[in-house]
């Protein structure tokens, strides 16, 4: 598959000053359309995102027999068709670039007696889906796939789905809840332990839509989860707050424009959400936390930076799967952190929409950004000052372009990068935000964004 690019580039700005709010949580925003399909009744959903990874899950959600509909801007209602009620869709799923909606998606097919084919976007179907999928083959789903577990795929649930226990090799929450949502329709109980804990959306909605969920850690500190299957989930009304991986961008680029004051406001705060935070405060940025409170479950608050001189950190392995999305970023904080940051533990940075470790380091390159990268680690040296002047390879990876522009807001020369049509796929509004907090971001030909 392609598309048209849209190459981009943002220049030197004046300080960035304003108070906005970003798209809606993605990972809440998936979860919550896949909930609400699973659950009897209606679910009301506000501040839904509505990109085009989203946009993806919506149509699956559609295709599997909910009524999906969307009452106005990020309001919509879902009409679920319960546990065990999946209709099997007459067309593949199509999920572009979609890799949450994709994974979590088979894991809620893999216990019903349908079969669903699965395809995606040029990126999509060069990443790994295996992780996912053994543990669905030992739920006894059956998977027709290309070489390595890559789509296009196809996945044929069993009539009677078995539980099982599964020790979850790598951190990742993606895994966790397919196994999860698979768990949902098999009778019995799921058991899934997590060696590493990672980001607890699906805990969190599990319980709130109804399911019994007991959670405890063992005595090796183990994070054990065990799901009873065959609910029936009762519909919510969930209002989505703001996705802190999109705030990131924003807050980093007040961090390092000279003058700058943002606040992003109902940032979402749940404690598997904010290691990128914690990170900048390691790193003596200007951060502060107002308006904390909690609705439905979940953490809010609004996030105000202000222009700091960073200095650079250790950012230990454990840490990662609280902020994989957000190494990218960080990367561009580092760059302006005097001193070395080392960010340690980043494996699953290469099995992301690119080998966002590679893309990363390429980026730091063309831009006279010193670095050093092994397999699992990133160590960049930063300063006061950054060149500029690259044009940025994103991969059809929209975190790489949204983080390579960022750093063009503060270098000498400007920065570009080769296209940025990926960014529509998590946060649509991003260079009319960037824009108006003051940012120069323009299409590469010079027109603006």
């Known amino acids: 598959m392609s598309h048209a690019t849209k190459p981009m580039i943002t220049r030197a700005s004046s300080p960035l000053t304003g108070t906005i709010r970003v798209p809606g949580d993605k990972s809440i925003s998936h979860r919550s359309l896949m909930f609400g399909t699973l659950a009897i009744g209606e679910t009301r959903i506000e501040g839904l995102l509505e990109s085009e990874d989203v946009l993806a899950t919506t149509s699956a959600m559609k295709a599997l027999g909910a009524n999906v509909r969307q009452l106005g801007p990020g309001s919509w209602s879902v009409e679920g068709v319960g546990v065990g009620g999946l209709c099997e869709p007459e067309t593949a799923l199509d999920f572009g670039n979609a890799g949450t909606g994709v994974r979590l998606t088979m894991g809620l097919v893999a216990s019903h007696a349908v079969t669903a084919a699965f395809i995606g976007d040029a990126s999509l179907s060069c990443r790994p889906m295996g992780r996912v999928l053994d543990p669905l083959r030992e739920m006894g789903a059956e998977v027709l796939a290309r070489s390595g577990d890559r789509l296009p795929l196809t996945v044929r649930g069993p009539e009677t789905a078995l539980p ?71 519909p919510q009304a969930i209002t989505v707050p703001s996705d802190p991986s999109s705030a990131a961008f924003m807050i980093v680029a007040a961090l390092i424009v000279p003058g700058s004051e943002v606040t992003v406001q109902d940032v979402l705060l749940n404690p598997h959400r904010t290691g990128l935070i914690k990170t900048l405060e390691e790193m003596d940025a200007d951060i502060s936390i107002e308006n904390v409170r909690e609705t439905g479950g979940k953490k809010l608050g609004d996030i105000r930076a202000r222009h700091s001189r960073l200095t650079g950190t250790t950012v230990p392995a454990e840490r990662a799967p609280s902020m994989i999305d957000e190494y990218p970023i960080l990367a561009v904080a580092a760059a302006f ?45 930063g300063g006061e000052t950054v060149k500029g002047g690259g044009t940025v390879v994103t991969h059809l990876d929209h975190r790489i372009a949204m983080s390579f522009l960022m750093l063009g807001l503060a270098s000498d020369a400007p920065v570009a990068v080769d296209d940025g049509v990926p960014i529509a796929t998590s946060f649509p509004d991003f260079a009319d935000l960037v824009t108006q907090l003051g940012g120069r971001i323009e299409l590469a030909a010079g027109e603006k964004a």
């Open 164 to 234: 099982i226990t599964y020790r979850v090799p790598v951190p990742s929450a993606q895994v966790k809840s397919a196994v999860l949502l698979a768990g949902l329709n098999a009778p019995g109980r799921t058991t899934v332990i997590e060696p590493i804990p990672t980001r607890d959306h699906t805990e969190r909605m599990l319980l709130g839509f109804g399911a019994e969920l007991d959670i405890e850690e063992n005595a090796d500190g183990e994070r054990v989860l065990r799901l009873t299957g065959q609910p029936e989930l009762k």
């Open 337 to 381: 952190a005097e001193g070395e940051t080392r960010m340690l533990g980043l494996h699953e940075l290469t099995v992301k929409e690119s080998n966002r470790l590679a893309a990363v380091s390429a980026g730091l390159a063309v831009n006279g950004v010193p670095h050093e990268k092994g397999e699992d680690w990133l160590s960049v040296t």
